[in-house]
C-alpha cells in the first residue's frame, strides 16, 4: 500500500502534481459522512485529450485518513456501463491502495495511452474506511452512481444502483497533451459551476468554451472549472472563498496559463457590508498571488440581477462600481464583460430574458453560450510579465 507523506511544497498537496495540463476539474468542499464499504463511478466530461491519463483523489476536507483499495479509470458507454476494454486500474507510486491524509490530496501514476478530446472518462473508486467529513464537489449535474462492496473493475452497470448528482473524492484528472498546451481555469460560484443550464449534457459556460477551444488555433486547450454554488471571493461559507482556496484549486493545477475571475456577485448580494472597495483588494490578492505564480488573470464583470430577492439599490451601486474597475483599472491581463453580453438593452440592470434562465441571476443554455461566445481566445494565451 503506498501511504501519502503529508509533507508537501504546496497547501494540500500531499505529492507533487503531474506535469501534464488540467483536463478536467472540480472543487472540493464537505459532503457529508463518508460511507464505508461503498464504491463510487464518478462520470466526468473532458477538454484537452492527451497521454497518461491522473487523476487526483482529494480527502482535503476529511479529518482521519482514508484508504483507496482500488481505483480504475475508463470510458462511458452509457449510464455506469463502460467501454469494453477501457476501464483499467490505476496506481499510486506504483502501488494499487493508497492512503491520504486528512487535508491532504494525491495524485495517481499515469496510465498508458491516448485519452481523445472530449472524452466521458468515468473513474471508479472504492474505499473500505471512509468516515467522517467526505470531500469531493456537491452540484455535479452530471449523474454518477454507488454502490455497496468493490465493483470498480467491472464494465457492466448493473451493480451500480445509486444514482448521485455528485462527485465524491475525484478533484482532478490530467493528460500528457502535444507539447506547449496549456490551460485555463475558471475561478467562480453557481453561474461557473453551471446551474440552470440542462444537467447531464455539459453546457456550462467553461464547457461551452472548452468546445470552442478545440476548434481554435490557440495554444490553450484544458479547461478546468472551479466554480462553487454560493461561493464568494471574500469568505467562506459555500465552500472555502477563493482567497482561501486559490493555491488548492487553481495554482497547483498542472499547466495551467490563466486564471479567468468570475466572481463577486455573492459577496454583494450577502448584505454583511461589503463595499466595492473590500472586493477590489480581494480581486487584487487574486491577481497578485496568480502573477506571482506566472499566470495570467483574465478579470468578468459581474453579470446584472434584479429581479432576484437579494437585489437591492445599493447592492447594485457596488456591482457598478466593482465592474468600472475590472474594465477600466488596467490591473488585469484581460478583461471580458459579461455584464454587457448579459444584461437587457431596456434595463441594464437586468438580465435578457431570453439568456435568463428564470431566477433572474442565472444564464440558461443559451446565455451560457453568450457567454463562451464572448471570451477572447487570444487572451487566455498571454505573458503575465508582458
Not at 448521485?164 to 485555463?184: C, E, M, R
Not at 476548434?215 to 472563498?241: C, F, M
Amino acid at each position: 500500500m503506498f501511504t501519502v507523506v503529508a509533507c508537501q511544497s504546496a497547501p494540500g498537496e500531499a505529492t507533487g502534481g503531474p506535469s501534464g495540463v488540467v483536463t478536467w476539474a472540480a472543487s472540493a468542499d464537505r459532503l457529508g459522512d463518508g460511507v464505508a464499504g461503498r464504491s463510487y463511478r464518478l462520470v466526468v466530461h473532458t477538454s484537452v485529450g492527451g497521454t497518461g491519463v491522473r487523476v487526483r483523489l482529494s480527502n482535503a476536507f476529511g479529518d482521519r485518513p482514508i484508504t483507496f483499495d482500488s481505483a480504475y479509470a475508463g470510458l462511458q458507454k452509457q449510464g455506469a456501463e463502460l467501454r469494453p476494454g477501457t476501464n483499467r486500474r490505476l496506481a499510486f507510486g506504483g502501488e494499487r491502495t493508497v492512503t491520504v491524509p486528512a487535508g491532504a490530496t494525491v495524485w495517481s501514476d499515469p496510465l498508458p495511452g491516448k485519452l481523445p478530446t472530449a472524452s466521458n472518462l468515468v473513474v471508479s473508486l472504492y474505499s473500505p474506511d471512509a468516515a467522517g467529513p467526505a470531500s469531493g464537489h456537491w452540484m455535479a449535474l452530471q449523474t454518477s452512481y454507488a454502490t455497496q462492496g468493490d465493483h470498480t473493475a467491472e464494465d457492466s452497470g448493473t451493480a451500480w444502483t445509486i444514482p448521485t448528482g455528485s462527485w465524491f473524492y475525484l478533484d482532478a484528472v490530467s493528460v500528457q497533451p502535444p507539447k506547449g498546451t496549456g490551460a485555463v481555469v475558471a475561478l467562480g460560484d453557481s453561474i461557473t459551476d453551471g446551474w440552470q443550464s440542462t444537467f447531464d449534457v455539459n453546457r456550462r459556460w467553461p464547457d461551452y468554451l472548452a468546445r470552442r477551444l478545440q476548434k481554435s488555433d490557440t495554444a490553450v486547450k484544458g479547461v478546468a472549472n472551479e466554480g462553487i454554488s454560493g461561493n464568494q471571493v471574500l469568505a467562506d461559507g459555500a465552500g472555502q472563498s477563493s482567497l482561501n482556496r486559490l493555491e488548492r484549486d487553481v495554482l497547483s493545477q498542472p499547466g495551467v496559463r490563466t486564471v479567468f475571475l468570475f466572481q463577486g456577485v455573492n459577496d454583494i448580494k450577502a448584505h454583511t457590508g461589503v463595499t466595492a472597495d473590500d472586493l477590489i483588494e480581494g480581486y487584487r490578492e487574486i491577481v497578485d498571488r496568480a502573477h506571482a505564480a506566472g499566470k495570467c488573470v483574465v478579470g468578468a464583470t459581474v453579470g446584472p440581477f434584479k429581479g432576484w430577492h437579494e437585489w437591492d439599490q445599493a447592492g447594485e451601486a457596488v456591482r457598478q462600481e466593482v465592474n468600472t474597475f475590472i474594465r477600466t483599472s488596467g490591473e488585469f491581463d484581460a478583461v471580458t464583460d459579461f455584464d454587457r453580453i448579459l444584461r437587457s438593452p431596456y434595463d441594464q440592470e437586468r438580465m435578457l430574458p431570453a439568456l435568463d434562465g428564470g431566477d433572474h441571476i442565472h444564464p440558461n443554455d443559451k446565455g451560457m453560450q453568450a457567454m463562451a461566445d464572448a471570451v477572447d481566445l487570444t487572451a487566455l494565451d498571454c505573458d503575465p510579465t508582458g
